[in-house]
T-cell receptor
Framework: KQEVTQIPAALSVPEGENLVLNCSFT??????LQWFRQDPGKGLTSLLL?????REQTSGRLNASLDKSSGRSTLYIAASQPGDSATYLC??????????FGGGTRLMVKP | EAGVAQSPRYKIIEKRQSVAFWCNPI?????LYWYQQILGQGPKLLIQ????????DSQLPKDRFSAERLKGVDSTLKIQPAKLEDSAVYLC???????????FGEGSRLTVL
């Protein structure tokens, strides 16, 4: 059974800092991995999708890396802004098209 | 392109009452998921459909929860009777075949008093 851990659980930083959010998973037999953002009271918004054959994926100030063999993924946020405040969730996906979520990292970026 | 639609957005009921949530996935997405998200936790898969067949429902409390996906499109999740611990957001998601992304609806927030 896949288990996903996200560290840290919460993070509070001043605006402008570069951030690293960590995700680890126990079963490395994944098909891909998705990073999501969740604002309070809202659904999940997909940020990045990394296929198992890829090492990283970039979108704007976001960069996600994947080390499948060691069961780790990292989300890097450059030059953080108050609008980045949200919960970030990672979810590896197996060949059965099933996602398993971690507990998330609650990010607060202060002006 | 229309997203995943869910209703109702909010529901408050007394314990032992019943409730139903509806989901309309993105057109053409064969796979549909229902997740339960308790406050402060990540989403937990309740049931996964491929077209109108169940792929996984191992974490669905079948004594009180049921779900169906008629004609392989819309889906309904029902809870009967509800317990206090069922208070959560119920998220519906859909996806095309691998390696496509999952897309989520806004969720249905249930409060059981």
């Amino acid at each position: 059974k896949q288990e996903v851990t996200q560290i840290p659980a919460a993070l509070s930083v001043p605006e402008g800092e570069n951030l690293v959010l960590n995700c680890s998973f126990t079963d490395s037999a994944i098909y891909n991995l998705q990073w999501f953002r969740q604002d309070p009271g809202k659904g999940l918004t997909s940020l990045l999708l990394i296929q198992s054959s890829q090492r990283e994926q970039t979108s704007g100030r976001l960069n996600a890396s994947l080390d499948k063999s060691s069961g780790r993924s990292t989300l890097y946020i450059a030059a953080s802004q108050p609008g980045d405040s949200a919960t970030y969730l990672c979810a590896p996906r197996n060949a059965g098209n099933m996602l398993t979520f971690g507990g998330g990292t609650r990010l607060m970026v202060k002006p | 392109e229309a997203g995943v639609a869910q209703s109702p957005r909010y529901k408050i009921i007394e314990k032992r009452q019943s409730v139903a949530f509806w989901c309309n996935p993105i057109s053409g997405h064969a796979t549909l998921y229902w997740y339960q998200q308790i406050l402060g936790q990540g989403p937990k898969l309740l049931i996964q459909f491929q077209n109108n067949g169940v792929v996984d429902d191992s974490q669905l409390p079948k004594d009180r929860f049921s779900a169906e996906r008629l004609k392989g499109v819309d889906s309904t999740l029902k809870i009967q009777p509800a317990k206090l611990e069922d208070s959560a957001v119920y998220l519906c998601a859909s996806s095309p075949p691998l390696p496509g992304e999952l897309f989520f609806g806004e969720g249905s927030r249930l409060t059981v008093l």
